[in-house]
Protein backbone atom coordinates (compact mmCIF):
# COMPACT_ATOMS: atom_id res chain seq x y z
CA UNK A 1 0.00 0.00 0.00
CA UNK A 2 1.62 3.71 -0.99
CA UNK A 3 -0.91 5.59 0.65
CA UNK A 4 -2.64 6.69 -2.32
CA UNK A 5 -6.86 7.48 -1.85
CA UNK A 6 -9.24 9.09 -4.46
CA UNK A 7 -12.26 10.54 -3.70
CA UNK A 8 -14.90 10.72 -4.53
CA UNK A 9 -14.89 6.40 -5.24
CA UNK A 10 -18.16 7.04 -6.90
CA UNK A 11 -19.91 10.20 -8.99
CA UNK A 12 -22.98 10.40 -11.32
CA UNK A 13 -23.06 14.10 -12.61
CA UNK A 14 -24.92 15.25 -15.79
CA UNK A 15 -23.50 16.50 -18.60
CA UNK A 16 -21.86 19.78 -19.36
CA UNK A 17 -20.95 19.76 -15.41
CA UNK A 18 -17.42 20.53 -14.03
CA UNK A 19 -16.17 17.15 -12.30
CA UNK A 20 -12.86 17.39 -9.94
CA UNK A 21 -11.06 14.47 -8.91
CA UNK A 22 -8.89 14.30 -6.27
CA UNK A 23 -6.07 12.17 -5.96
CA UNK A 24 -4.06 11.85 -2.87
CA UNK A 25 -0.46 10.86 -1.52
CA UNK A 26 1.22 10.55 1.74
CA UNK A 27 4.27 9.69 0.97
CA UNK A 28 5.91 12.68 -0.94
CA UNK A 29 6.42 10.86 -4.27
CA UNK A 30 7.43 12.94 -7.45
CA UNK A 31 5.37 11.23 -9.64
CA UNK A 32 1.90 10.83 -10.39
CA UNK A 33 -0.69 10.00 -12.93
CA UNK A 34 -4.26 9.85 -13.76
CA UNK A 35 -5.58 6.71 -16.18
CA UNK A 36 -9.01 6.17 -17.16
CA UNK A 37 -10.01 2.66 -18.19
CA UNK A 38 -13.18 1.45 -20.42
CA UNK A 39 -14.61 -1.85 -20.62
CA UNK A 40 -12.88 -4.21 -22.74
CA UNK A 41 -9.60 -2.15 -22.65
CA UNK A 42 -6.41 -1.56 -20.74
CA UNK A 43 -5.72 1.80 -19.23
CA UNK A 44 -5.13 5.49 -21.13
CA UNK A 45 -2.95 7.67 -19.60
CA UNK A 46 -4.58 10.94 -19.42
CA UNK A 47 -2.00 13.74 -18.03
CA UNK A 48 0.80 13.35 -15.20
CA UNK A 49 2.98 15.32 -13.02
CA UNK A 50 6.52 15.27 -12.40
CA UNK A 51 6.76 17.63 -9.56
CA UNK A 52 4.26 20.65 -7.72
CA UNK A 53 3.07 22.73 -10.59
CA UNK A 54 4.81 20.69 -13.37
CA UNK A 55 2.30 18.74 -16.04
CA UNK A 56 2.26 17.23 -18.88
CA UNK A 57 0.00 15.20 -21.12
CA UNK A 58 -0.84 11.95 -21.57
CA UNK A 59 -2.12 10.31 -24.77
CA UNK A 60 -6.27 11.21 -24.13
CA UNK A 61 -5.80 14.52 -22.52
CA UNK A 62 -8.71 16.41 -24.50
CA UNK A 63 -11.38 17.91 -22.09
CA UNK A 64 -9.57 17.09 -19.00
CA UNK A 65 -7.17 19.54 -17.09
CA UNK A 66 -4.59 19.04 -13.82
CA UNK A 67 -3.40 20.57 -11.12
CA UNK A 68 -0.68 19.67 -8.77
CA UNK A 69 -0.28 22.63 -6.31
CA UNK A 70 0.92 20.39 -3.35
CA UNK A 71 2.90 16.96 -3.91
CA UNK A 72 0.67 15.14 -1.67
CA UNK A 73 -2.59 16.53 -4.26
CA UNK A 74 -3.13 15.90 -7.71
CA UNK A 75 -6.36 16.91 -9.21
CA UNK A 76 -8.09 16.10 -12.69
CA UNK A 77 -10.98 18.22 -13.87
CA UNK A 78 -13.82 17.86 -16.45
CA UNK A 79 -14.29 21.66 -17.27
CA UNK A 80 -17.78 20.42 -18.86
CA UNK A 81 -18.10 17.05 -18.41
CA UNK A 82 -19.44 14.54 -21.14
CA UNK A 83 -20.97 11.01 -21.73
CA UNK A 84 -17.75 9.97 -23.44
CA UNK A 85 -15.96 10.48 -20.13
CA UNK A 86 -18.15 8.11 -18.43
CA UNK A 87 -15.52 5.65 -17.28
CA UNK A 88 -13.09 4.52 -13.88
CA UNK A 89 -10.27 6.87 -13.32
CA UNK A 90 -7.13 5.49 -11.72
CA UNK A 91 -4.64 7.33 -10.19
CA UNK A 92 -0.96 6.43 -9.70
CA UNK A 93 2.14 7.24 -8.14
CA UNK A 94 5.93 5.74 -9.23
CA UNK A 95 7.77 4.56 -5.98
CA UNK A 96 10.13 1.52 -4.92
CA UNK A 97 12.76 0.40 -5.42
CA UNK A 98 12.19 0.00 -8.95
CA UNK A 99 10.14 2.56 -10.07
CA UNK A 100 6.99 1.21 -10.76
CA UNK A 101 4.09 2.68 -10.61
CA UNK A 102 1.48 2.07 -7.31
CA UNK A 103 -2.62 2.65 -8.10
CA UNK A 104 -5.01 4.07 -6.01
CA UNK A 105 -8.70 2.23 -5.75
CA UNK A 106 -10.40 4.26 -8.94
CA UNK A 107 -13.04 6.54 -9.15
CA UNK A 108 -16.10 5.44 -11.15
CA UNK A 109 -17.82 8.09 -12.81
CA UNK A 110 -20.57 8.30 -14.54
CA UNK A 111 -21.68 11.42 -16.73
CA UNK A 112 -25.59 11.02 -17.83
CA UNK B 1 5.98 3.59 -28.14
CA UNK B 2 7.26 0.40 -28.62
CA UNK B 3 3.85 -2.16 -28.75
CA UNK B 4 3.79 -5.74 -27.13
CA UNK B 5 1.17 -8.23 -28.72
CA UNK B 6 -0.56 -11.14 -25.79
CA UNK B 7 -3.14 -13.19 -26.26
CA UNK B 8 -6.63 -11.79 -25.19
CA UNK B 9 -7.44 -15.08 -23.08
CA UNK B 10 -5.40 -17.75 -21.46
CA UNK B 11 -6.57 -20.63 -18.91
CA UNK B 12 -4.92 -22.56 -16.18
CA UNK B 13 -5.70 -25.31 -13.58
CA UNK B 14 -5.14 -24.70 -10.41
CA UNK B 15 -1.89 -25.41 -8.60
CA UNK B 16 -0.41 -25.93 -12.49
CA UNK B 17 2.16 -23.63 -14.21
CA UNK B 18 1.08 -20.84 -16.24
CA UNK B 19 3.28 -19.16 -19.29
CA UNK B 20 2.19 -16.28 -20.47
CA UNK B 21 3.78 -14.97 -23.68
CA UNK B 22 4.37 -11.49 -24.65
CA UNK B 23 5.95 -10.51 -28.26
CA UNK B 24 7.85 -6.80 -28.33
CA UNK B 25 9.33 -7.09 -31.92
CA UNK B 26 10.35 -3.19 -31.66
CA UNK B 27 11.74 -2.96 -28.30
CA UNK B 28 14.86 -0.94 -28.42
CA UNK B 29 17.51 -1.03 -26.81
CA UNK B 30 16.80 1.04 -23.59
CA UNK B 31 13.46 -0.44 -23.31
CA UNK B 32 12.55 -2.32 -20.10
CA UNK B 33 9.96 -5.21 -19.95
CA UNK B 34 7.39 -4.69 -17.24
CA UNK B 35 4.50 -6.89 -16.36
CA UNK B 36 1.76 -5.88 -14.44
CA UNK B 37 -1.48 -7.58 -13.16
CA UNK B 38 -5.01 -6.31 -12.71
CA UNK B 39 -7.41 -7.93 -10.05
CA UNK B 40 -11.03 -7.96 -10.93
CA UNK B 41 -12.49 -4.18 -9.32
CA UNK B 42 -8.97 -3.16 -8.10
CA UNK B 43 -6.34 -0.77 -9.85
CA UNK B 44 -3.19 -2.66 -11.60
CA UNK B 45 -0.41 -3.81 -9.55
CA UNK B 46 3.75 -4.03 -10.11
CA UNK B 47 4.64 -7.86 -10.69
CA UNK B 48 7.77 -7.73 -12.49
CA UNK B 49 10.41 -5.96 -14.89
CA UNK B 50 13.35 -7.03 -16.48
CA UNK B 51 16.22 -5.67 -18.72
CA UNK B 52 17.60 -8.62 -20.83
CA UNK B 53 18.43 -11.31 -18.17
CA UNK B 54 15.68 -13.58 -16.26
CA UNK B 55 14.32 -12.13 -13.39
CA UNK B 56 12.49 -14.03 -9.72
CA UNK B 57 10.42 -12.60 -7.23
CA UNK B 58 7.78 -13.91 -4.47
CA UNK B 59 5.39 -13.43 -7.59
CA UNK B 60 6.73 -15.05 -10.45
CA UNK B 61 9.36 -15.26 -13.07
CA UNK B 62 10.20 -13.26 -16.12
CA UNK B 63 11.87 -15.29 -19.04
CA UNK B 64 13.08 -12.83 -21.75
CA UNK B 65 14.25 -14.26 -25.20
CA UNK B 66 17.68 -13.95 -25.80
CA UNK B 67 17.22 -11.38 -28.57
CA UNK B 68 14.34 -9.59 -26.61
CA UNK B 69 12.08 -9.57 -28.39
CA UNK B 70 9.53 -11.62 -26.81
CA UNK B 71 9.04 -12.65 -23.12
CA UNK B 72 6.89 -15.15 -21.01
CA UNK B 73 5.75 -14.60 -17.37
CA UNK B 74 6.33 -17.42 -15.32
CA UNK B 75 3.46 -18.50 -12.22
CA UNK B 76 4.76 -21.13 -10.87
CA UNK B 77 1.40 -22.83 -9.33
CA UNK B 78 -1.35 -20.83 -10.19
CA UNK B 79 -3.48 -20.05 -7.64
CA UNK B 80 -7.26 -18.77 -7.82
CA UNK B 81 -6.37 -15.44 -6.75
CA UNK B 82 -3.98 -15.30 -9.09
CA UNK B 83 -7.26 -14.67 -11.69
CA UNK B 84 -6.37 -11.20 -13.55
CA UNK B 85 -5.87 -9.35 -16.41
CA UNK B 86 -1.71 -9.44 -16.75
CA UNK B 87 -0.38 -6.87 -18.86
CA UNK B 88 3.23 -6.71 -20.95
CA UNK B 89 4.38 -3.47 -21.55
CA UNK B 90 7.71 -1.79 -22.44
CA UNK B 91 9.06 1.43 -20.70
CA UNK B 92 10.84 3.43 -21.99
CA UNK B 93 14.43 4.38 -20.10
CA UNK B 94 13.93 8.44 -19.52
CA UNK B 95 10.41 8.87 -19.82
CA UNK B 96 9.06 9.77 -17.04
CA UNK B 97 8.08 6.13 -15.92
CA UNK B 98 4.55 6.07 -17.93
CA UNK B 99 3.24 3.26 -18.76
CA UNK B 100 1.33 2.35 -22.07
CA UNK B 101 -1.48 -0.53 -21.22
CA UNK B 102 -2.55 -2.50 -24.10
CA UNK B 103 -5.52 -5.09 -23.33
CA UNK B 104 -3.69 -7.29 -21.89
CA UNK B 105 -4.55 -11.40 -21.46
CA UNK B 106 -7.23 -12.18 -19.25
CA UNK B 107 -5.89 -15.35 -17.25
CA UNK B 108 -9.02 -17.64 -15.78
CA UNK B 109 -7.40 -20.48 -13.10
CA UNK B 110 -9.68 -23.25 -13.07
CA UNK B 111 -10.31 -25.08 -9.21
Known amino acids: DAGITQSPRHKVTETGTPVTLRCHQTENHRYMYWYRQDPGHGLRLIHYSYGVKDTDKGEVSDGYSVSRSKTEDFLLTLESATSSQTSVYFC???????????FGPGTRLTVL | DAKTTQPNSMESNEEEPVHLPCNHSTISGTDYIHWYRQLPSQGPEYVIH???SNVNNRMASLAIAEDRKSSTLILHRATLRDAAVYYC????????????FGKGTLLTVNP
Open chain 1, 92 to 102: AITAGAYNEQF
Open chain 2, 50 to 52: GLT
Open chain 2, 89 to 100: ILREGGSNYKLT
